[in-house]
């Protein structure tokens, strides 16, 4: 699974706040909300998500370029609205460019944008925190939205699989350096022949 979050706010309190949170769970821990998590797996529970902090939004997308450019990806990012340079929404736009299918989170004390607004924006994935919030709830809310992000995408990922195959059950192809010819049945029978007909070339 990933489970990678990236965090941005210029209150360096919030992110600590956050790190505490979403660290390992203690299980003699009995606060609030303690319940919502004996459903999740034993692996889960002790380690929620791998966090990174931000204290400015030009931090955060010069730290978010380079993730993606090594191959990985973030799951979900959790932007403050009001922050000195680029403003939250700036931030949350530039990010959603950059990978579409990343959850974004608006953590906010003030109200620039409603919920209706932001979902306006960008239509699928957005959610809206406001400050202050209850700990174990946003612990929770953070693992639920990791676990649709995976499901999601490996849901995208099975798709696209099943697309290629069905495409290659309709191909032909030939290594010209190896003089190896391969053609799938769909394909022979497109063009007339019997499966046994075509012999693939194929070692």
Not at 4 to 28: G, H, M, P, S
Not at 30 to 51: A, Q, R
Not at 167 to 172: A, R
Not at 183 to 189: A, G, M, R, T, V
Request: hydrophobic share 35%; charged share 30%; with cysteine.
């Amino acid at each position: 699974m990933n489970n990678i979050v990236f965090a941005v706010d210029d209150e360096v309190e919030i992110l600590k706040l956050y790190e505490n949170v979403l660290k390992t769970k203690d299980k003699e821990d009995d606060g609030i909300g303690l319940g919502f998590f004996d459903s999740l797996d034993e692996e889960e529970e002790e380690k929620c998500c791998e966090l990174y902090t931000f204290e400015s939004g030009e931090a955060y997308l010069e730290a978010l370029n380079k993730f993606y450019k090594d191959g990985k990806r973030v799951s979900l990012s959790i932007v403050d609205m009001r922050m000195p340079g680029m403003h939250g929404l700036d931030v949350a736009r530039a990010a959603r460019k950059l990978d579409n299918d990343m959850v974004v989170t608006v953590v906010t004390a003030f109200s620039d944008y409603s919920p209706d607004e932001l979902l306006g924006e960008f239509e699928h994935g957005i959610y809206y925190l406001q400050k202050p919030f209850r700990h174990n709830e946003f612990r929770l809310f953070v693992i639920s939205n990791l676990k649709q992000w995976n499901e999601t995408v490996n849901s995208n990922d099975l798709k696209n699989d099943l697309a290629v195959d069905s495409i290659n059950d309709g191909l032909w192809d030939w290594k010209i350096d190896t003089n190896e010819v391969y053609f799938s049945s769909l394909w022979k029978q497109m063009i007339g022949f019997e499966d046994d007909e075509l012999k693939n070339e194929y070692n």
